[in-house]
């Protein structure tokens, strides 16, 4: 069975410092996708990246940046110099190719204090 | 493009009732849509995958007579909560696909209360 943990519940930061949000998966299928998404307090799922299992390279797109490693079944993303607007909960999820299904770890709830 | 609504946004009904939320792909067409729930603080829960035409496929412990879900177009699909109850006050989440594509994008929601 396909399986997300985010054990970070909760994270507090204060304006600028860099955070990293953990996202471990489990898997038994060679093809699969990894997502990360955030939901600010208005509820809505806002998209942030996609990576396919076969693609191990790193992505930054900004202040955001994506660490992926097969070896240990993890896919971090790390927010530098963070915001105010960067709080809200963060979802990373897995779905394997076929059923296209998403499976959601529990979320870490990220505040960033001025 | 890929936008996907719900309407409504919120609703409130009394307990015993039944509602409606529609989950529409406004600029393209979603061969496959999927229901998500999720409670206060919580994870979003995977209820159904519906296609097209046929029958929606339901995750395990989701009550398919009390949850009723119907996509009878590639751009609407309803879900109808029967018989609403308190527990079933939530955050109703519709996401759409485009077959072939694993890319899912997720409408806004719908906040159900349920008194």
């Known amino acids: 069975a396909q399986k997300v943990t985010q054990a970070q519940t909760e994270i507090s930061v204060v304006e600028k410092e860099d955070v990293t949000l953990d996202c471990v998966y489990e898997t038994r299928d060679t093809t699969y996708y990894l997502f990360w998404y955030k939901q600010p307090p208005s509820g809505e799922l806002v998209f942030l990246i996609r990576?396919?299992?076969?693609?191990?390279q790193n992505e930054i797109s900004g202040r955001y940046s994506w660490n992926f490693q097969k070896s240990t079944s993890s896919f971090n993303f790390t927010i530098t110099a963070s915001q105010v607007v960067d709080s809200a909960v963060y979802f990373c999820?897995?779905?394997?190719?076929?059923?296209?299904?998403?499976?959601f770890g529990q979320g870490t709830r990220l505040t960033i204090n001025p | 493009g890929a936008v996907v609504s719900q309407h409504p946004s919120r609703v409130i009904c009394k307990s015993g009732t039944s509602v409606k939320i529609e989950c529409r792909s406004l600029d393209f067409q979603a061969t496959t849509m999927f229901w998500y729930r999720q409670f206060p603080k919580k994870s979003l829960m995977l209820m159904a995958t519906?296609?097209?035409?046929?029958?929606?496929?339901?995750e395990q412990g989701v009550e398919k007579d009390k949850f009723l879900i119907n996509h009878a177009s590639l751009t609407l699909s309803t879900l109808t909560v029967t018989s609403a109850h308190p527990e079933d006050s939530s955050f109703y989440i519709c996401s759409a696909e485009s077959g072939g594509h694993v890319e899912q994008y997720f409408g806004p929601g719908t906040r159900l209360t349920v008194t």
């Open positions: 999820a897995l779905s394997d190719r076929g059923a296209q299904k998403l499976v």
């Open positions: 519906s296609n097209e035409g046929s029958k929606a496929t339901y």
């Open positions: 990576r396919n299992s076969f693609d191990e």
